[in-house]
C-alpha cells in the first residue's frame, strides 16, 4: 500500500491514499503540569504601607487578612513609586526602564528607557502561561499602553488583547471615574453604567471577573486560569458609596500627625515592624495638623472619611473574588498575590486636598474655600476628590514620603500577602526579605514549572531580572536571594545593596505637578541608610560612612546604565512635546470628524488647547426639529461642547467645574434642511491657559459672541473623558444631561488650527510663549 510524505513532522499517525487506510492522531491540547495552580494577581492603587489594617492601618482589610493568615505576608516588598513602572514591571519580570517605562505613559517620551513601548524582548507573564495552557483575563487599569495607540487606528498589539491576556475588561489610563467608567470590552468602548442608578466600577470589574473564572473551569475543568485584577482603587477620584464613608465618620478628627502614630503604635504592637524602629519626621513643606487652619479640617477629615469607605469597599469586592474562587473548589490550588499598591500613598492632592481633579492635573491647586463649600459632593459624581497630602504622609508610616518618591520607603514600600494552601505549609507568618515587584515573575513560572523562555513568538528575550520568592514560603530565616535594587521616578533615586541603602530625594514634593529642580546641586543631597538596623530609613549615615555611600552611589551609575535609567529627568509636561513623541496626528492642521468618532482619547485626537482654532458642523434639520450634542471633548470637571437645545445654539466652556462660560443664541426651531453651526476662537495668546474671543455662528452669519477668560491649558482629563461627535459620553460638559445625543443628522465637523498647532501640545510649553499664527484659509 503506498504511503504519502508526512509534512507535519508532530504528527505522530500515518496518511495512506484513503482515510480508511489512514491513521489519525488526535490533536493534543496544550495544559501545563496537572499540580499547576491558577494564579491571581490583585492590584490595589496608591495604597501605603500602612493604610490596611493587615499592616496596621486604620481601615479594616478583611480580604487581605484572610490571604495573610492562609499564607504569609511580606513586609519589606516593594514597587518603583509610581503608577505605569510599577505595572510593566510586574508583567514583564523586568525593572520597568528595562520595560521602557521610566514614568507613567502619558509621559513617555524619546528615550529608551521612558517610550513607553514595551518591548517584544520582555514577554509579559500574561503571554507566557497563555503559550503554556493557561487562560488569561486582565479585569481594571491597564495603563502600560503608549497613548498615541489609544485610539481606534490602534494599533491594537500593546493594549491588553495584545499582551497575552485573551480576556480584557477595563481601562487604559491612570485614572477613570467609578461611577461613569471610559471602559473597553476588548477593544470595543462600552459604558456599563449608562441607565443605571447602582453602578460602581469596582463592584463592576469583580462581577466580570467572577463570571470569567466560572465560565473558564466550567468550559475547560482542567484548565489553569491567571487573572490579573487590577481595579484601579483607590487611584483619586476616590468614589464610593456613602454608606462606606460613614462607616468611618469621626475616626480622622484627630489629624494625620495623629494618625501617623497611630498606626506606628499597632504595626509595633502586631510585629508588622521591628521593635526599636523609628517613626519618620513629616516633610517640612506639610503643616501639622496643629498648625492646619480649624476652618478646613472638617474638609480634611471628611476627605480621609471618603478614602477610608474606598479602600473597605474594594477590599470587600476582592473578598468577592475569595469567594467565588472557594465556591469553584480551586482554593486551594490557586496562588494569590494581594500587592495593596503600585506605590505609596498619593500625596498629589496637595495641602488642602481635591474637587477638581483636573485642577491639580493642570497646576493649579484649588481655594479650600471651594472645597469648604461643596463638602457634600466628596465620593459622589459631582467631584473628582482627592485627599490631603499629609494623610498620604501618615498612611506611609513609618516611612519618609509618599508615592512618587522613590528614593525612600513611602513611595516604594507595599504590602503584600501570598496564599498557595497546596503549595506551601506556611500560615498566618511575616516574611522579611527584600524583594521587589519584578520578582512576581519569576515565583509565578517557578510555581507553574514552566521555564522562562528564550524565544516568545520568535523574539529572543532578554533575561528576566527578578527573582523567585518562592524559596521563602515555608522558610521565614532564609537569607533574601535579592541583593540589590535600584529605584528611579522622575529624578528620585535609590541603590539598596546587601541591607544598606543611598537615597536621594530630588528635591521636587510630589504635589507640585511641573517643577524642574537641577540635578546635582544644593537641591540635592545623598542619604546613607543601614537598613538591617534601621527599618524606616531614619538615620542618615552618609557623614559616617562616606566610602560606603560613594560605593553606592557608583553602584547606582552601573545599575542605571545597565537597565535603562538615563538620562535622568524630572520634567513632566514637556515631555508631551511633539519633538519628543509620536502622534498619529501630527501636524495635521485640518480635521473632519463623522458620527463615528467617539471615544476618542483626547491624547490621540485633536487638541485646541492654548491656540485659536474655527470648527464648523454640517447638520441636517428633521421636520420636528432638534436638540442635543454636535461635538464635545472632556466632561464636567473641564472641557469644551457646542450643542442646541430648547431652541438656542450654545457653545459652553468647562474651567475644572469651577467656571462653566456658555455662549449662546436664541434662534428658535431650526428650519428643516441643512445647516452650518460653527465656533470660531480667537485666543489672547501670551502663554498657556490664557483666555479668548468666542464667535458663534448659523450658516455663516455670527449669532452671539462673547469671552472664555481662561481655559485648560495641559489636559482636559486623566480619568478617561474623551472627544465625542453627536453625543457626551461620560460626564456631562455643560447643563444638560449625560449622553445628550444629537437627534438630527451630523453629516461632519470640520475643525481647522493655525498651521504650526495641529501637535500634540498646540504651543510650545517650554517657553510658554504663544504663536501668533492665522489660519491658511
Known amino acids: 500500500m503506498a504511503r504519502f510524505p508526512q509534512h507535519n513532522e508532530d504528527f505522530t499517525g500515518s496518511i495512506a491514499r484513503l482515510a480508511l487506510d489512514s491513521t489519525p492522531a488526535k490533536p493534543t491540547i496544550l495544559r501545563p503540569h496537572d499540580s499547576a495552580p491558577n494564579v491571581v494577581i490583585v492590584m490595589l492603587d496608591d495604597v501605603g504601607f500602612g493604610a490596611p489594617g493587615t499592616f496596621g492601618g486604620p481601615i479594616p482589610t478583611p480580604a487581605l487578612d484572610k490571604i495573610a493568615k492562609a499564607g504569609v505576608r511580606y513586609n519589606q516588598f516593594h514597587t518603583t513609586a509610581l503608577c505605569s513602572p510599577s505595572r510593566a514591571a510586574l508583567l514583564t519580570g523586568r525593572n520597568h526602564h528595562s520595560a521602557h517605562m521610566g514614568a507613567i505613559s502619558e509621559i513617555a517620551y524619546g528615550f529608551p528607557g521612558y517610550d513607553g513601548v514595551i518591548p517584544r524582548t520582555t514577554a509579559t507573564v500574561a503571554e507566557i502561561l497563555r503559550q503554556n495552557g493557561y487562560s488569561t483575563g486582565m479585569f481594571g487599569k491597564a495603563h502600560v499602553t503608549p497613548m498615541w495607540e489609544t485610539s481606534p487606528a490602534g494599533p491594537y498589539d500593546r493594549w491588553p488583547t495584545g499582551l497575552g491576556f485573551e480576556r480584557f475588561y477595563g481601562f487604559l489610563g491612570g485614572e477613570t471615574s467609578q461611577w461613569e467608567p471610559a471602559l473597553y470590552d476588548q477593544t470595543q468602548p462600552i459604558a456599563p453604567y449608562s441607565g443605571r442608578e447602582d453602578y460602581h466600577l469596582t463592584e463592576d470589574l469583580a462581577d466580570r471577573s467572577i463570571e470569567w473564572m466560572r465560565l473558564q473551569k466550567t468550559s475547560a475543568p482542567h484548565k489553569p486560569f491567571f487573572l490579573y485584577f487590577s481595579p484601579g482603587a483607590t487611584h483619586n477620584p476616590h468614589h464610593v458609596w456613602p454608606e462606606w464613608s460613614d462607616m468611618f465618620h469621626g475616626n480622622f478628627d484627630e489629624g494625620w500627625d495623629a494618625l501617623q502614630s497611630e498606626i506606628y503604635d499597632r504595626q509595633i504592637k502586631a510585629g508588622i515592624i521591628p521593635e526599636g524602629t523609628s517613626l519618620t519626621s513629616r516633610p517640612a513643606d506639610l503643616p501639622s495638623w496643629e498648625d492646619y487652619p480649624d476652618r478646613y479640617k472638617p474638609v480634611a477629615s471628611r476627605l480621609m472619611e471618603v478614602y477610608a469607605g474606598f479602600l473597605a469597599h474594594t477590599d470587600a469586592q476582592v473578598g468577592r473574588l475569595i469567594d467565588a474562587i472557594e465556591e469553584l473548589g480551586e482554593w486551594d490550588n490557586t496562588l494569590f498575590f494581594y500587592v495593596t499598591g503600585d506605590n505609596g500613598a498619593s500625596a498629589e492632592g496637595g495641602i488642602h486636598g481635591v474637587w477638581s481633579s483636573p485642577s491639580f492635573q493642570n497646576g493649579e491647586p484649588e481655594d479650600p474655600e471651594w472645597l469648604l463649600q461643596h463638602i457634600d459632593d466628596f465620593g459622589s459624581v459631582r467631584c473628582e476628590n482627592h485627599y490631603n497630602a499629609g494623610w498620604a504622609w501618615a498612611l506611609d508610616s513609618p516611612f519618609q514620603w509618599t508615592k512618587q518618591v522613590a528614593s525612600h520607603f513611602g513611595g516604594t514600600r507595599n504590602g503584600l500577602a501570598i496564599s498557595w494552601p497546596a503549595g506551601f505549609e506556611s500560615r498566618g507568618e511575616q516574611r522579611t526579605q527584600f524583594h521587589h515587584i519584578i520578582d512576581i515573575v519569576p515565583t509565578i513560572l517557578d510555581a507553574a514549572g514552566i521555564e522562562a523562555p528564550n524565544l516568545v513568538n520568535g523574539v529572543e528575550q532578554k533575561p528576566t531580572e527578578g527573582v523567585s520568592m518562592r524559596y521563602t514560603f515555608d522558610d521565614s530565616a532564609a537569607t533574601s536571594r535579592r541583593t540589590t535594587q535600584y529605584f528611579e521616578i522622575l529624578g528620585n533615586r535609590a541603590i539598596y545593596h546587601d541591607g544598606w541603602i543611598a537615597s536621594c530625594f530630588h528635591g521636587r514634593v510630589p504635589w507640585m505637578r511641573s517643577q524642574a529642580v537641577p540635578f546635582d546641586d544644593e537641591h540635592e543631597r545623598w542619604e546613607l541608610y543601614n ?65 463615528e468618532n467617539v471615544r476618542m482619547p483626547e491624547l490621540a485626537s485633536v487638541n485646541i488647547k492654548n491656540t485659536s482654532f474655527s470648527l464648523e458642523a454640517h447638520i441636517m434639520v428633521p421636520a420636528e426639529s432638534c436638540e442635543g450634542v454636535i461635538i464635545s471633548q472632556g466632561g464636567a470637571l473641564a472641557g469644551w461642547s457646542l450643542y442646541v437645545a430648547e431652541g438656542s445654539v450654545v457653545y459652553a466652556y468647562n474651567l475644572y467645574g469651577h467656571v462653566l462660560t456658555e455662549i449662546s443664541a436664541h434662534v428658535g426651531a431650526l428650519r428643516a434642511g441643512d445647516h452650518r453651526i460653527g465656533v470660531r476662537f480667537d485666543y489672547d495668546g501670551g502663554g498657556l491657559g490664557k483666555g479668548g474671543r468666542v464667535s458663534l455662528r448659523l450658516d455663516g452669519v455670527e449669532i452671539a459672541t462673547g469671552r472664555v477668560e481662561r481655559t485648560v491649558p495641559f489636559i482636559f482629563s486623566m480619568s478617561g473623558e474623551t472627544l465625542d461627535v453627536g453625543t457626551d459620553t461620560g460626564s456631562a460638559v455643560g447643563n444638560y444631561p449625560s449622553d445628550f445625543a444629537f437627534t438630527g443628522k451630523i453629516d461632519h465637523v470640520l475643525i481647522e488650527l493655525p498651521e504650526q498647532a495641529g501637535s500634540a501640545m498646540g504651543v510650545d510649553v517650554a517657553e510658554g510663549q504663544h504663536r501668533a499664527a492665522r489660519f491658511s484659509h
Open 531 to 595: 537598613v538591617g538596623d534601621d527599618f524606616s530609613q531614619a538615620i542618615d549615615l552618609a557623614d559616617s560612612f562616606p566610602d560606603k555611600l560613594a560605593h553606592l552611589q557608583a553602584l547606582f551609575d552601573e545599575e542605571g546604565a545597565r537597565y535603562g535609567v538615563f538620562p535622568l529627568s524630572d520634567e513632566t509636561t514637556r515631555r508631551a512635546l511633539p519633538e519628543n513623541r509620536p502622534s498619529h496626528v501630527d501636524g495635521v492642521s485640518r480635521f473632519t470628524l463623522y458620527p
